[in-house]
């Protein structure tokens, strides 16, 4: 908790501010006064069991839903209200559903990344390059002509994360990008998303797995209805935050149930 | 069929029944299109082809028909059928039916004289953006509530027919299946519009509609307006379904924008090519259809759809057997390859 607190001095402008937020689909709140600042460039990961809210934060920060109570700023505006689309590469939870099934090529999914920018009319040379430049960075250039239904787990990501580069965004929100793609490619796709952080690009990841939040993020957020930690991956491992996060579900539901 | 074929061969316009939908100087382009280019296009190619039907006006008319709504029915349907949204064309060209029957009902009530046509594309219109409302309550498609409002325009549908005085149910099989002899001037001239119409609003909001298709997410993230795409998808194929129903049937309209598209989805790499290669398809089903109709007088309708559903089967067929050589291509490619390092090898000795 320290680190964040030392963090929030130091910076005044946090990418995103989350300030005492809290949201409920209707009945029972899935989130309650939360509070956690993103600040540029850093590597945000956020942990907790299933249905702790994760998603939903996820979707609070990038202004996708509105707060019940609090207040979310990001980029230093009212999320909601926040309209430079291009500044935001999403890879949502079931993104990668529909490429499966549709004919599309790679270089279709990519080009989407200009898209807020360009939503009528011609391509400029900017864009076109931005695209080739984007395909290259992940490593898929030779695959652009290719059906992306058609392309391994691994390689699917990454055209996700090139259309998010074609965009030139500031910030890259993943939830859960690895599910159902084998260890190897795992281990390449967290390698290259490192990789990206260390230029600068500011990203969020919400992963089931631990080890890879530990490894690669430079703060982790363990969630469940409220935050129970924020701060540094190697303080996270010293506390009991996690085990403080699962076992409270279980009250929880036990204490529901009543 | 005499009325029918007097029109087509350029009856003076005054004597031409205006109807409300559409005033007479919007259908006369209409009529000199088909009188001077599609007309004298077609008769060239009945010698050409030997076959006469093709110099028949209310054939011309029939075809010209059926290829605008081979074309307007995939371009919109890849975006449905790719949204996992099939169903609301079926649903759709339902309550359009109630529309009709609404139009016919409140003509035969109030004497008024309202074109049914112009009633089914408001009914189906509101009904429409009246789901995509649901929807964006509830968050999803669902099938129960679709085929409630599937049924529900049907059954009004039916009950304002038979609580209609005078013997309105001989028009009604023509909505229900389609038919080619009732395709008037007015018609064409009305597919001609939505062609036109639906085709440039798909170009210009091609972007956005293909990012809100593929991730909806993503494009709210992104800051597209998801909504407006949505609701204008929902309102494009109210208006293709309408404009086609006449002749296709309101029971079979839906399969113009799924069957050619489901086919295209087989062997398309890009979605560009998708799109084209649903045209194509749609294209070769309504004028084998058409001719089939004619040749055997069936169904045009039933004829367009099975022809259709034909070409999905080869797509389906080639894609396997595609699957299948390109396994037996790699395998052949690595013994070839195999072979050719052994061939170098015994080159590069020789230079």
Not at chain 2, 53 to 58: D, F, G, K, R
Request: hydrophobic residues 50%; proline residues 3%.
């Amino acid at each position: 908790m320290t680190t964040a607190t030392t963090e929030r001095q130091q910076s005044g402008n946090p990418l995103i501010r989350v300030d005492d937020v809290t949201f409920g689909y209707g009945g029972a709140p899935v989130l309650e006064s939360v509070s956690i600042d993103v600040e540029p460039g850093s590597f945000l990961g956020l942990v907790g069991p299933n249905g702790s809210g994760k998603s939903t934060l996820l979707d609070l920060m990038l202004g996708l839903r509105r707060p019940d109570e609090g207040t979310v700023s990001l980029f230093g505006e009212p999320a909601h209200e926040f309209d430079a689309g291009e500044r935001i590469g999403y890879v949502a939870q079931d993104a990668t559903k529909a490429a499966r099934d549709m004919p599309i090529t790679v270089r279709e999914v990519v080009e989407m990344g200009r898209y807020p920018r360009r939503l009528f009319g011609r391509f400029s040379a900017a864009d076109r390059q931005a695209i080739e430049d984007a395909l290259e960075q992940v490593g898929i250039t030779d695959l652009a002509s290719r059906r992306v239904g058609r392309l391994s787990g691994g390689q699917r990501q990454r055209v996700f994360i090139a259309r998010a580069l074609a965009s030139e965004a500031d910030l890259l929100a993943l939830d859960e990008p690895t599910v159902g793609v084998d260890a190897e490619s795992r281990e390449e796709f967290y390698g290259l998303i490192h990789d990206l952080n260390a230029t600068g690009l500011t990203v969020i990841l919400i992963e089931h797995d631990i080890g890879v939040v530990t490894t690669h993020a430079t703060d982790v957020a363990c969630l469940n209805r409220q935050l129970f930690f924020d701060g540094d991956p190697e303080e996270f491992v010293e506390t009991d935050a996690l085990s403080q996060a699962y076992g409270k579900d279980q009250h929880i539901l036990q204490h529901d149930h009543k | 069929m005499f009325i029918l074929r007097r029109l087509g061969e350029g009856v003076p316009l005054d004597n031409v029944i205006a109807t409300p939908l559409f005033a007479v100087n919007v259908l006369a382009p209409i009529e000199w299109f088909l009188n001077y280019v599609f007309g004298p296009g077609m008769n060239v190619l009945a010698d050409l082809l030997g076959m006469p039907m093709l110099e028949y006006p209310y054939m011309q008319r029939a075809y010209l028909a059926a290829l605008c709504i081979a074309l307007i029915g995939p371009v919109v349907g890849t975006f449905l059928v790719h949204r996992e949204m099939a169903m609301i064309s079926d649903t759709l060209a339902h309550t359009a039916f109630a529309g009709v029957a609404v139009g016919l009902f409140l003509n035969s009530a109030f004497s008024l004289t309202l074109s049914p046509l112009l009633t089914a594309f408001v009914v189906a219109i509101v009904t429409a953006l009246l789901v995509e409302l649901l929807v964006e309550h509830a968050g999803a498609y669902s099938d129960t509530s679709l085929a409630i409002v599937l049924t529900g325009g049907f059954a009004v549908g039916s009950i304002l027919i038979t609580a209609t005085d005078g013997g309105i149910a001989v028009g009604i099989d023509a909505y229900l299946f389609g038919s080619l002899a009732t395709v008037s001037t007015e018609s064409v001239g009305i597919l001609v519009l939505m062609s036109v119409l639906v085709g440039s609003l798909v170009t210009l909001a091609y972007r956005p509609l293909l990012y809100v298709t593929f991730d909806a997410t993503a494009a709210r993230a992104a800051r597209l307006n998801v909504r407006l795409y949505k609701r204008l998808m929902v309102v494009l194929t109210a208006l293709v379904v309408v404009s086609a129903m006449q002749i296709m049937g309101v029971i079979l309209v839906a399969a113009m924008l799924v069957v050619p598209v489901a086919a295209a989805a087989q062997v398309a790499e890009s979605f560009k090519q998708s799109i084209l290669l649903a045209i194509l398809a749609a294209e070769f089903a309504a004028i084998a259809g058409v001719m089939l109709s004619y040749v055997y007088g069936i169904a045009a309708g039933g004829s367009i759809v099975v022809a259709a559903i034909a070409v999905y089967a080869v797509a389906l067929s080639s894609r396997k057997l595609g699957y299948r050589l390109s396994i037996a291509q790699r395998f052949s490619d690595r013994q070839s390859k195999h072979h050719r390092k052994e061939l170098e090898v015994d080159g590069g000795k020789r230079e």
